[in-house]
């Protein structure tokens, strides 16, 4: 296992033409940690693969160090990374049988043949193997060979990193979760640094310690689930993480006052920003709808059952917002005005454009 450290990186597929927006990546600068298990999440085109496949070696960025252990690897190959790769689509060979693909990693490293077939057991319990072992790989379901390639990146204990590029995608979806729920006990179990490319935010908060997210070539911010739920620290953060995303908010921020037309919020936070016309971000979790006066006038657009939730939407003086209800909680046709908990609100600055809004 390695901490990894990524330093100015920066990768164009076209470096020659010089202009900015060519960078697939722009100045990544982060220490992923030893042992720790990553999701890449962004949305397409924003440079997951590209990043993953500079950590693997696949790729040698336009400008930037990539450190395992604080050893300079940005030039050495794959092979020489000692890292172990899942990608999108089954890798498996075809003659052999399901228990010799997996066993192929340790075997190619010469180890003793007792730890191989005790080793093979166990990632074959966790992938759902067993009953397969014996069976030639050439023939079986795109699932099972999936499972197969999943095997065998988890198979070795001694590497520096297991990379996942969307391993997920050709699975059936009811298989999804346990698979997930396989990988992040093998992960607890070894403690391999991981890093999982995926655009799926289910799948990011589910199997991460901690979620990488980017946007347009950068890295806008690394946290744990939760801290990206409750402390979105870049608006764009708040709107792609969260179904619906954040409720946005036109405001003047005059100290902690924050002017909404004629009302006004009080702020509890010191976010960092200067006064002026800022963007007030709050999850559909922490508005409450209310009958209570003291409330912000809302009129209600209508009403989605999303099973734990309703989704009431609402027009709040001129911008639309969503409003996460319980299960069970009447809607009274009284209840028009909502109540923002002082303690869920971001500000940020509005400088930024929010993808397909
Ligand atoms: P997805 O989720 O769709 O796989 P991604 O976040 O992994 O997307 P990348 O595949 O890293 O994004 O692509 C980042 C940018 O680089 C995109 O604009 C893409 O079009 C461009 N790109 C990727 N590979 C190449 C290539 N081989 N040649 C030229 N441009 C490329």
């Known amino acids: ?136 790989a050439r023939g079986l379901t795109t699932d099972l060979k999936q499972k197969i390639s999943l ?34 006990s093998l992960h607890q179990e070894f403690g391999h640094t991981m890093i999982y490319v995926t655009h799926d935010q289910t799948e990011a908060l589910t199997f991460a310690e901690k979620v990488v997210v980017m946007k347009d070539g950068l890295v806008l911010q690394i946290g ?11 608006a764009f953060v708040g709107y792609f993480i969260g179904s619906p995303g954040m409720n946005f908010l036109p405001v003047t921020v005059e100290g902690n006052s924050a002017r909404l037309k004629d009302a006004a919020v009080t702020l509890t936070d010191d976010y960092g920003t200067p006064d002026g016309d800022l963007r007030l971000g709050i999850r559909p979790e922490f508005v409450r709808l209310t009958r209570q006066a003291d409330g912000l006038p809302v009129t209600i657009n209508h009403v989605q059952d999303a099973g734990r939730h309703k989704f009431v939407n609402a027009t709040l003086f001129d911008s639309e917002i969503n409003i996460a209800v319980d299960e069970g909680s009447q809607i009274g046709p009284d209840m028009t005005r909502v109540i923002l908990d002082p303690e869920k609100i971001s500000i940020f600055r509005d400088d930024w454009r929010l993808d397909g809004r």
Request: hydrophobic share 40%; with cysteine.
């Open 151 to 184: 095997g065998r990146g988890m198979v070795r204990e001694d590497v520096n990193a297991i990379l996942f590029d969307e391993p997920l995608t050709v699975i059936d979806p009811h298989l999804k979760w346990e698979l997930r729920t396989q990988l992040k």
């Open 224 to 234: 744990t689930p939760q801290e990206l739920f409750e402390r979105p620290a870049h």
């Open 1 to 136: 296992m390695a901490a990894i450290t990524l330093q100015n990186l920066a990768h164009s597929y076209n470096p020659d033409s010089g202009a900015d927006a060519d960078y697939a990546l722009k100045e990544v600068n982060h220490v992923w940690e030893d042992g720790k298990a990553y999701a890449l999440l962004g949305p397409s085109g924003c440079g997951k693969t590209t990043l993953l496949n500079i950590i693997s070696g696949l790729l040698t960025p336009t400008r930037g160090q990539v450190l395992f252990d604080g050893q300079d690897v940005t030039e050495a190959s794959t092979a020489d990374r000692n890292i172990a790769q899942v990608f999108q689509f089954p890798v498996v060979y075809d003659t052999m049988t399901v228990g010799e693909n997996l066993a192929f990693p340790l075997r190619n490293r010469g180890m003793d043949k007792a730890l191989i077939s005790e080793r093979v057991q166990r990632i074959a319990e966790m992938t759902g193997l067993e009953a397969d072992l014996h069976k030639r």
